[in-house]
């Protein structure tokens, strides 16, 4: 079975400023997604960014980078020039991948970090 | 346009109660899910059906029946309704192959007085 585990349960950082969140994970696939998702206090989930475990290349999404290290089952979130609106709960998630290029559907996914912004 | 959405955004109901919370999406994908937020917020996958079938059934107690009329809804009966189903629960729709996102609708808080 797989398990996702995030070791920080809260973080603050300045605006302006760089925060990493960590993400590692246990699996014995060798394909397979990883996602963060944002949760902020309205409750909505949204897709900060994305990784297919085939490619090497780190995904990016503007201000929000990850360092995947697939060797290590490591998938951290760097987030440059911390902005007040990125006050939320984090979410690192995994999705197994099925047969015809497919998934296997559904997100398994870590406890969540907090993160605050302060100004 | 919204993409998700569920209703009722909040339900409070008492124990012994038989509830429905609805979902729709709007974006033409083949799989949704129900997933569950506890008062940690962690959340974990309920159920989810691909083109009107159940693909995933998670240890869920036989109270919740998801009923799926077509690819555009997913529905969560709960039956006898227990103070520990008090949570948010969350439809989420996507496409299944090739892993895309998964949209997630606004949630619907469950209080069970």
């Known amino acids: 079975a797989q398990t996702v585990t995030q070791s920080q349960p809260e973080m603050s950082v300045q605006e302006a400023e760089t925060v990493t969140l960590s993400c590692t994970y246990d699996?014995?696939?060798?394909?397979?997604?990883l996602f963060w998702y944002k949760q902020p206090p309205s409750r909505q989930m949204i897709l900060v960014i994305r990784?297919?475990?085939?490619?090497?290349q780190n995904a990016t999404e503007n201000r929000f980078s990850v360092n995947f290290q697939k060797a290590a089952k490591s998938f951290s979130l760097k987030i440059s020039d911390s902005q007040l609106g990125d006050t939320a709960m984090y979410f690192c998630?995994?999705?197994?991948?099925?047969?015809?290029?497919?998934?296997?559907?559904?997100?398994?996914f870590g406890k969540g970090t907090k993160l605050s912004v302060k100004p | 346009d919204t993409a998700v959405s569920q209703t009722p955004k909040y339900l409070v109901t008492q124990m012994g109660n038989d509830k429905s919370i609805k979902c729709e999406q709007n974006?033409?994908?083949?799989?949704m899910y129900w997933y569950k937020q506890d008062s940690k917020k962690f959340l974990k996958i309920m159920f989810s059906?691909?083109?009107?079938?159940?693909?995933i059934n998670e240890t869920v107690p036989n109270r919740f029946s998801p009923k799926s009329p077509d690819k555009a809804h997913l529905n969560l009966h709960i039956n006898s309704l227990e103070l520990g189903d008090s949570a948010v629960y969350f439809c989420?729709?996507?496409?299944?192959?090739?892993?895309?996102?998964?949209?997630f609708g606004p949630g619907t808080r469950l209080t069970v007085t």
């Open positions: 989420a729709s996507s496409r299944l192959l090739l892993g895309y996102e998964q949209y």
């Open positions: 699996t014995s696939e060798n394909n397979y997604y």
């Open positions: 990784q297919e475990a085939y490619k090497q």
């Open positions: 998630a995994f999705m197994k991948h099925g047969n015809y290029g497919g998934s296997q559907g559904n997100l398994i």
């Open positions: 974006l033409g994908h083949d799989t």
């Open positions: 059906y691909n083109n009107k079938e159940l693909i």
